[in-house]
């Protein structure tokens, strides 16, 4: 795992070695083990590693193809990386699946990616073409930030490295609040920063040396969605668990896979990698995405305990009926039944919770003092503010969210970061 920063500028920057030292020391969070940096034409491009697999120092980043052609640095994990190595033609120097997607691009093109199973975050950089590839995995897993305008890409792993190249001030996106206390997340491209943008999941942006950008989507979800009545339960089961080893339904289940899980994912990154600690998301592997869009029938994802309740159902809100009325997880849970104790198999889901109602009296005191002066709070609805949450059961997580914005607020937009 690992922290990528970067920036092109059209005019030379005197000092750029300083801003990308500034950049790459902004993540050392991340990645304690190493770090390096190199000049390209019109900017640098920086790297912090968190090795995990592969600790030879050769596998240190930036990394140069042999011919100096082409050089990389990288975020995350190949995980097929030792099978498409047997692809290669040219001699490899290190063990590492960032030698391979290297050497893949330099060999077959961007294309390459198709071929990787994983999780990843790049900027790829041709120096014949002199252009740059910034790309991101399938379904966002990791991130990538940038800015651009008429004179600087700059782009980062974290926003934080976007504002310490020191280019660019930091605005605050007022159009994000709203859809932050209704998601607890804001969905891609948008970020809390006026200008600073997600690069799309499943995407990458070819960037030349005039800052033209070309955005390219090389992965979506399926388009097919089975809803077949008509299956065999075994054989599907047998090829859901080999999928599963080897490694929700319509509107709502393409909603959680294109906004909801990447929000979700978000929070994953920012706290482990906090602590350099790498998590993996195994249910997010896209082979066993795009099996289960296209082949698990409905009824095997979410199975009703009788017709009838599907209809009632219907008419009651789904904290009542699920996991009463039905089974999520089916082909999940039939898996986990030959590996775990009955009660663990069929426990109702539990999230990981903070007792925010129950701290509302302390979070109210922390409200009155942090959102008197705020500039995008109307601190007169303040009181029916608090009234309204107390109404509602996520009252504590409704309060934390704008003490939260106002926190997040202080600490990134009172501040001078350009120099």
Same mark, same amino acid.
């Given at each position: 795992?690992?922290?990528?920063?970067?920036?092109?500028?059209?005019?030379?920057?005197?000092?750029? !070695?300083?801003?990308?030292?500034?950049?790459?020391?902004?993540?050392?969070?991340?990645?304690?083990?190493?770090?390096?940096?190199?000049?390209?034409? $019109?900017?640098?491009?920086?790297?912090?590693?968190?090795? &995990?697999?592969?600790?030879?120092?050769?596998?240190?980043?930036?990394?140069?193809?042999?011919?100096?052609?082409?050089? /990389?640095?990288?975020?995350?994990?190949?995980?097929?990386?030792?099978?498409?190595?047997? =692809?290669?033609?040219?001699?490899? =120097?290190?063990?590492?699946?960032?030698?391979?997607?290297?050497?893949?691009?330099?060999?077959?093109?961007?294309?390459?990616?198709?071929?990787?199973?994983?999780?990843?975050?790049?900027?790829? &950089?041709?120096?014949?073409?002199?252009?740059? /590839?910034?790309?991101?995995?399938?379904?966002?897993?990791?991130?990538?930030?940038?800015?651009?305008?008429?004179?600087?890409?700059?782009?980062?792993?974290?926003?934080?490295?976007?504002?310490?190249? $020191?280019?660019?001030?930091?605005?605050?996106?007022?159009?994000?609040?709203?859809?932050?206390?209704?998601?607890?997340?804001?969905?891609?491209?948008?970020?809390?920063?006026?200008?600073?943008?997600?690069?799309?999941? $499943?995407?990458?942006?070819?960037?030349?040396?005039?800052?033209?950008?070309?955005?390219?989507?090389?992965?979506?979800?399926?388009?097919?969605?089975?809803?077949? +009545?008509?299956?065999?339960?075994?054989?599907?089961?047998?090829?859901?668990?080999?999928?599963?080893?080897?490694?929700? !339904?319509?509107?709502?289940?393409?909603?959680?896979?294109?906004?909801?899980?990447?929000?979700?994912?978000?929070? &994953?990154?920012?706290?482990?990698?906090?602590?350099?600690?790498?998590?993996?998301? %195994?249910?997010?592997?896209?082979?066993?995405?795009?099996?289960?869009?296209?082949?698990?029938?409905?009824?095997?994802?979410?199975?009703?305990?009788?017709?009838?309740?599907?209809?009632?159902?219907?008419?009651?809100?789904?904290?009542?009926?699920?996991?009463?009325?039905?089974? %999520?997880?089916?082909?999940?849970?039939?898996?986990?039944?030959?590996?775990? %104790?009955?009660?663990?198999?069929?426990?109702?889901?539990?999230?990981?919770? &903070?007792?925010?109602?129950?701290?509302?009296?302390?979070?109210?005191?922390?409200?009155?003092?942090?959102?008197?002066?705020? +500039?995008?709070?109307?601190?007169?609805?303040? !009181?029916?503010?608090? !009234?309204?949450?107390?109404?509602?059961?996520? +009252?504590?997580?409704?309060?934390?969210?704008?003490?939260?914005?106002?926190?997040?607020?202080?600490?990134?937009?009172?501040?001078?970061? =350009?120099?």
């Amino acid at each position: 795992m690992c922290g990528i920063n970067g920036f092109i500028c059209k005019r030379k920057i005197e000092d750029g !070695e300083y801003r990308i030292n500034r950049m790459n020391d902004s993540l050392r969070h991340r990645d304690p083990n190493a770090e390096g940096y190199i000049e390209i034409d $019109g900017g640098y491009i920086g790297q912090r590693r968190l090795a &995990v697999i592969d600790v030879d120092l050769r596998s240190n980043q930036p990394m140069w193809t042999s011919e100096k052609d082409a050089v /990389i640095v990288y975020n995350g994990e190949i995980y097929n990386y030792r099978e498409l190595k047997s =692809r290669l033609h040219g001699k490899l =120097r290190t063990e590492s699946d960032t030698e391979v997607l290297l050497a893949g691009i330099k060999e077959y093109g961007i294309d390459w990616i198709k071929e990787c199973n994983g999780m990843f975050a790049f900027a790829f &950089v041709d120096a014949r073409e002199n252009k740059m /590839i910034l790309c991101r995995d399938r379904l966002g897993i990791k991130p990538l930030y940038y800015y651009m305008d008429k004179e600087h890409l700059i782009f980062s792993s974290e926003i934080k490295g976007i504002l310490n190249s $020191g280019l660019i001030e930091a605005k605050f996106n007022r159009d994000t609040t709203d859809e932050y206390l209704g998601n607890r997340y804001v969905r891609e491209p948008y970020t809390f920063f006026e200008g600073i943008y997600q690069v799309l999941a $499943g995407h990458y942006l070819i960037i030349n040396r005039d800052l033209e950008t070309k955005p390219v989507k090389y992965w979506n979800l399926p388009d097919e969605f089975n809803m077949d +009545s008509k299956y065999d339960e075994d054989e599907l089961y047998d090829q859901f668990k080999a999928r599963w080893w080897m490694l929700y !339904e319509e509107n709502v289940f393409r909603f959680f896979h294109q906004y909801h899980i990447k929000g979700l994912l978000q929070r &994953v990154d920012t706290m482990t990698m906090y602590a350099s600690i790498e998590a993996r998301v %195994p249910f997010l592997d896209h082979k066993l995405i795009e099996f289960v869009y296209k082949e698990v029938p409905y009824e095997l994802k979410l199975r009703w305990n009788r017709d009838k309740v599907k209809k009632k159902a219907k008419k009651r809100p789904s904290s009542f009926y699920s996991e009463r009325w039905d089974q %999520p997880k089916y082909l999940l849970r039939r898996l986990g039944s030959e590996l775990l %104790p009955e009660d663990v198999v069929n426990r109702k889901k539990m999230g990981f919770p &903070v007792p925010l109602n129950i701290w509302f009296e302390e979070l109210k005191e922390m409200g009155i003092k942090l959102l008197k002066d705020s +500039s995008w709070f109307d601190y007169a609805q303040l !009181e029916k503010l608090y !009234e309204d949450c107390k109404k509602n059961i996520r +009252s504590g997580q409704l309060l934390w969210m704008f003490i939260n914005i106002e926190l997040f607020r202080k600490m990134y937009f009172e501040r001078e970061w =350009r120099y």
